[in-house]
């Protein structure tokens, strides 16, 4: 059984920045593309990054490319979430999940039926 679970997210003022941890349990971090994803009040989760499990793709929602930065340590079994330029609409429960299949292409579009374990989120609150 696979457990992620998000660290890092608070209050923060517009303009702040956040680095979001997801710690993955389970040997086999290194094989599996990583996601990260966000809910706001009232609306559907959205997608917010990936990246591939040799760290050589990564796909940004057009939301927060160029501020936000997604990372990941194998050694550590982590993968990070650098968010720079915090907006109020940035202010949501960010989830980490993994792919479902090993060394698999990740879709750029960032579909949720593409992961099948997800943490129980982190609250980001950006205020303004």
């Known amino acids: 059984q696979v457990q992620l679970v998000e660290s890092g997210g608070g209050l923060v003022q517009t303009g702040g920045s956040l680095r979001l941890a997801c710690a993955a349990s389970?040997?086999?971090?290194?094989?599996?593309?990583m996601g990260w994803f966000r809910q706001a009040p009232g609306k559907e989760r959205e997608f917010v990054a990936s990246?591939?499990?040799?760290?050589?793709?990564?796909y940004y929602a057009d939301s927060v490319k160029g501020r936000f930065t997604i990372s990941r340590d194998n050694a550590k079994n982590t993968v990070y979430l650098q968010m720079n330029s915090l907006k109020p609409e940035d202010t949501a429960v960010y989830y980490c999940?993994?792919?479902?299949?090993?060394?698999?292409?990740?879709?750029?579009?960032?579909?949720?039926?593409?992961?099948?374990?997800w943490g129980q989120g982190t609250q980001v609150t950006v205020s303004s």
């Open positions: 990246i591939s499990w040799n760290k050589v793709n990564k």
């Open positions: 999940a993994r792919h479902t299949a090993a060394f698999a292409r990740v879709d750029p579009r960032g579909y949720e039926n593409e992961y099948n374990y």
């Open positions: 389970g040997r086999t971090f290194n094989n599996y593309a």
